[in-house]
């Protein structure tokens, strides 16, 4: 009985988290008007492509949406590169005031990040980087939270396996490509998830720095499109549902590897 209950509840909380997700997928193949009725549709009387025909053809949303996941693929890819080693290196390596240096690293995520917008947009300035991809690679280099968690799951690869392919004669650059990368795979697929969200979603930062409609990123060309078109609840769910798209997808792949990340630890082996 006590499964039953507890069942029953899950699949109702999940069947109220999903229906304005499956309302906002099914508004989008409506016509004009047709969303803003009351009692809400929740199947169109047409289904219908012209809202993604606006966005893309009328609109131009596809340059936005290119944007969005050239960077989003880039800084995920860097920063994976950069945190791996970091991680890597604080937890494997001995040099002179390491700790003193990752305590200083950790310390600094108590700040904002609102409270470094402003240096950090004066020093990208300086560089002549406003108003270009840069502006937006160059801050997702390396993420504290990222050597953090790399570093923690470091402490979990023997030191023996290292040691013994030393001995073998392998150098420091070959043992992390060919031996800790591969053990890092569970953490690096949930720090990916993470690092692409956080790109792909991200609105203030691309807003400040991109100058150009053409660079803007997806979130800032839909907040201009839902200024300009708030009356077309239809087409405003279309940008929503390419909005999410690429995240299902990239959460999709990385499930596997990304439930084992977060699973790490639970079991004593």
């Keep these: 009985m006590k499964k039953i209950i507890l069942h029953t509840v899950l699949i109702l909380i999940a069947v ?3 229906i304005p997700f499956l309302w906002m997928i099914s508004a989008s193949f409506m016509l004009d008007g047709h969303a803003s009725v009351f009692p809400p549709r929740f199947l169109p009387d047409q289904f219908t492509l012209v809202q993604y025909e606006r966005l893309f053809e009328r609109l131009s949303i596809a340059r936005n949406f290119f944007n969005s996941l050239v960077l989003s693929i880039l800084v995920t890819f860097i920063s994976l590169t950069f945190n791996s080693m970091a991680g890597y290196a604080f937890a494997k390596y001995k040099f002179k005031g390491k700790d003193k240096l990752f305590n200083l690293l950790i310390s600094s ?8 917008m402003l240096p950090l947009f004066l020093m990208l300035k300086w560089m002549g980087f406003i108003n270009t991809y840069m502006a937006i690679i160059i801050p997702g280099l390396a993420n504290i939270f990222g050597i953090f968690l790399i570093r923690q799951y470091c402490f979990s690869i023997p030191d023996s396996l290292i040691e013994a392919a030393r001995i073998d004669g392998a ?18 697929a949930t720090l990916a998830i993470f690092t692409f969200l956080g790109t792909w979603n991200d609105f203030l930062w691309p807003l400040i720095v991109m100058t150009d409609d053409s660079m803007y990123t997806l979130p800032v060309a839909l907040a201009n499109l839902m200024l300009e078109h708030a009356k077309d609840p239809e087409l405003m769910m279309a940008g ?4 999410i798209l690429p995240v299902i997808i990239v959460f999709l792949a990385l499930q596997k590897y990304y439930l084992k990340g977060i699973m790490m630890g639970s079991v004593k082996e």
């Design 16 to 18: 109220v988290t999903l």
């Design 109 to 116: 995520m108590i700040i904002p990040a609102q409270v470094t």
């Design 171 to 188: 150098d420091d650059f070959l043992i992390y490509r060919k031996i800790i990368l591969p053990l890092l795979t569970p953490v690096l």
């Design 240 to 243: 929503s549902v390419v909005t």
